[in-house]
C-alpha cells in the first residue's frame, strides 16, 4: 500500500472516494445474500466484508483488489458447517489464512496460475449450478424443512414440494431478476442489485405481502463488530479440519489471484502475486477472530471498483468503510428484505458465474481438456469441490503427461536429411554410418512418461554393434526415469562391449542432470560430441582402436 500511495493526490482520491462508496453499496447484498446461501447468519457476510476488505485492500499485491465474501466460496463453506458447525468454519477459515501467508511467503504466487483452465471452468460451473439449486426454496417459497446439502436429494426434495410454491416470492424473485437486468441500461452508477431490494423490500412492507425475510428468519442484524476471539487451535482439530481448511486456502489463492490478472489488464498494470497471497491469509485469520467467513478477491467488485474511477488501495478502504457506516446506522433496516429477493440476486450471480460460452467453447474442444472439464464439473455436482480439485488435477497431470509422450519418439538414424536440417556444407545429409555403428535418435522429453519407448527401440538391434550412437538434439528436458535409462543402456553396453555416445546435447539442463548423475564421467567425455559428424569420427576411431 506504501508503495501505491507514492505521489497520490487529491484529485485521485476524488476518484477513490465515490468508486469506493459505490462498491461498498455493491457489496452490501451480496455479502449478506453470499452468508445466508452458505449456511450462516447474515450478519457474518457483513462482517467479513468490512474486516477482511479493508485488510485486503490495505496490504494486498493488488493496487485495485477488492476482497470479500465471494460465491465460489458458497458451496465449500456450506459443507463445511453442515459437517462441522459453525465453528468448525471458523476454525477452518483461520487455518486457511495461516496455509495462504505459507504459500505466499513460499513463492507459490506464480505456481497457483499453472492450474490447467478446464478444471477451473469445470469446478466454477459446478459451482454455479450449485448455487443456482440451493435458491429454488427461497426463490419460489416452497414450504418445507432444511434443503439436503446432496445435489440429487436436493432436487428429489424440491420435486416433492413444487405444489407449495408461494407465488408471491416467486413474483419478487422473477422481479429482482428482471431489474437487475434492466436497471444497467439505465444507470452504471447505482447497481440494479441494491435498486431490486429496495423496490422488492417496500412491496412486501407496505402491501403485507405473505413472503420469508431476514428478519423472519434470522431475526435482527446486529449494528456493531462483534469482539475478536482466537479461535481454540490443537492437533486434533488440525487433523480433522485441515483438509477443508486446505480447500479453501487453494480456492481463495485461485480466486485472488485470477481477479488480479483480470485487473492488471483493465488498468495496464501489474500485481504481486505472492505479497496478495500473504494479505488473502491475513485477511482470513482475521475474518475468523470477528467470527466471519472466508474471504477471497472478488472480480466483479474489483472491475466495478475500476470502471468507476479506483486505482489505489484507497478506494478497498472506502468500501469496507462504507459498509461498517450502514451496518452501524441502517443494519437493521435488512431485516425486512425478502428471501426471495436475495434468491433472486443470487440466480444472477450463479449465471455470472456459469461460464457457460467457455463451458462449451472447451467441451467442443481438445479432447483431453473436455474430459478433465466433465469430470470435475460432475465431481463438483455430485462429490465435493475438494475431491473435484485433487482428481481434477491428477487427470489433468496424467493426460498432459500421455500427450508428452505421445510427441516423444526413439528413431533409428538412417543419415537422410529432413525438413527441419540445414542443406549446407554442415549438413549431415545422405553420408553412410561405418559397418559396425548403429545411431538412434530421439525426439521429445526423456522422463518417465515415455523412457520405455527408448528401451524398447534400443532392445530390438539384432545384432550387437561396435558403438551405440544416441543424438539427443531434440531432447530438451530428462528426469531421474531418463537418467536411469541412459544408465541401465551404459551398462549393458559395457557388457557387450559396445562403445557408447552422446551426440548433440543441446539442452543445459540434460547435461547438467548427466553431469550430477556422473554419466559424463561413466561414458567418458571423449565420447560425448557436439554433432553427427564429430559422433562418426569418434566411432571411426573406436573401431579402428578395437
Not at 444507470?187 to 435498486?195: A, D, F, M, R, V
Not at 451496518?327 to 457457460?356: C, D, Q, R
Not at 553412410?432 to 524398447?456: M, R, S, T
Amino acid at each position: 500500500m506504501v508503495d501505491a500511495l507514492k505521489g497520490y493526490t487529491r484529485k485521485q482520491f476524488l476518484k477513490d472516494l465515490p468508486a469506493g462508496i459505490i462498491v461498498g453499496v455493491v457489496a452490501l447484498p451480496l455479502a449478506i445474500a453470499f452468508a445466508i446461501a452458505s449456511g450462516v447468519s447474515p450478519e457474518k457476510g457483513l462482517f467479513t466484508a468490512i474486516i477482511a476488505g479493508f485488510i485486503i485492500s490495505a496490504l494486498g499485491g493488488s493496487r485495485v483488489q477488492i476482497g470479500g465474501p465471494t460465491g465460489a466460496f458458497i458451496v465449500i463453506v456450506y459443507g463445511i458447517v453442515q459437517q462441522y458447525g459453525v465453528n468448525g468454519l471458523i476454525i477452518a477459515t483461520f487455518l486457511a489464512g495461516i496455509l495462504l501467508i505459507i504459500m505466499g511467503f513460499a513463492r507459490l504466487g506464480s505456481v497457483i496460475k499453472f492450474i490447467p483452465h478446464p478444471l477451473i471452468v469445470g469446478f466454477t460451473s459446478g459451482i454455479a449450478v450449485i448455487i443456482f439449486s440451493s435458491q429454488i426454496k427461497d426463490f419460489l417459497g416452497l414450504k418445507m424443512g432444511a434443503v439436503p446439502a446432496d445435489f440429487l436429494e436436493k432436487w428429489q426434495a424440491y420435486a416433492m414440494h413444487f405444489s407449495d410454491i408461494n407465488i408471491y416470492a416467486a413474483v419478487i424473485a422473477f422481479s429482482t431478476i428482471i431489474i437487475g437486468l434492466l436497471w444497467p441500461h439505465i444507470t452504471h452508477k447505482i447497481p440494479g442489485s441494491l435498486i431490486a431490494i429496495i423496490v422488492t423490500t417496500a412491496a412486501v412492507y407496505f402491501f403485507h405481502l405473505p413472503v420469508e425475510t431476514i428478519g423472519n428468519k434470522f431475526g435482527p442484524i446486529p449494528s456493531s463488530l462483534p469482539s475478536p476471539t482466537v479461535p481454540h487451535v490443537d492437533w486434533s482439530i488440525i487433523q480433522k479440519l485441515i483438509r477443508p481448511a486446505f480447500t479453501i486456502a487453494l480456492l481463495g489463492g485461485i480466486e485472488s489471484l485470477l481477479s488480479a490478472v483480470v485487473a492488471d489488464g483493465m488498468i495496464g498494470g501489474r500485481h504481486r502475486s505472492n505479497m496478495e497471497l500473504v494479505a488473502q491469509g491475513t485477511a482470513n485469520i482475521f475474518s475468523a477472530i470477528f467470527g466471519g467467513i472466508p474471504a477471497t478477491g472478488a472480480i466483479a467488485r474489483t472491475a466495478t471498483n475500476i470502471k468507476n474511477g479506483g486505482r489505489t488501495p484507497v478506494a478497498g478502504i472506502i468500501h469496507a468503510i462504507t459498509l461498517l457506516i450502514i451496518m452501524l446506522f441502517v443494519g437493521k433496516l435488512a431485516a425486512l428484505i425478502p428471501m426471495a429477493t436475495l434468491a433472486g440476486i443470487l440466480v444472477v450471480v450463479a449465471y455470472n458465474m456459469s461460464e457457460w460460452k467457455n463451458f462449451i467453447s472447451i467441451f467442443r474442444g481438445v479432447r483431453s481438456d473436455a474430459v478433465v472439464l466433465i469430470v470435475t464439473f460432475l465431481l463438483t455436482l455430485l462429490v465435493d469441490l475438494t475431491v473435484a480439485i485433487e482428481i481434477g488435477m491428477v487427470l489433468a497431470v496424467f493426460l498432459f503427461m500421455t500427450k508428452m509422450t505421445q510427441f516423444s519418439s526413439v528413431q533409428a538414424f538412417t543419415g537422410e536429411a529432413n525438413d527441419n536440417e540445414a542443406t549446407d556444407a554442415e549438413a549431415i545429409a545422405n553420408f553412410q554410418l561405418p559397418n559396425g555403428v548403429v545411431a538412434y535418435e530421439i525426439n521429445g522429453p526423456l522422463f518417465f512418461g515415455a523412457a520405455y519407448k527408448f528401451k524398447d527401440a534400443i532392445r530390438i538391434i539384432e545384432k550387437a554393434p561396435k558403438v551405440l550412437i544416441i543424438r539427443m538434439r531434440n531432447v530438451p528436458i530428462i528426469d531421474a526415469t531418463g537418467i536411469r535409462t541412459l544408465h541401465e543402456v551404459e551398462k549393458e553396453c559395457k557388457e557387450e562391449g559396445i562403445k557408447l555416445v552422446l551426440s548433440e546435447i543441446t539442452s543445459e539442463q540434460v547435461m547438467t542432470e548427466l553431469q550430477k548423475a556422473r554419466m559424463v564421467f561413466k561414458i567418458g567425455k571423449a565420447n560425448i560430441v557436439d554433432s553427427m559428424q564429430d559422433a562418426v569420427k569418434r566411432s571411426n576411431e573406436i573401431i579402428k582402436n578395437k
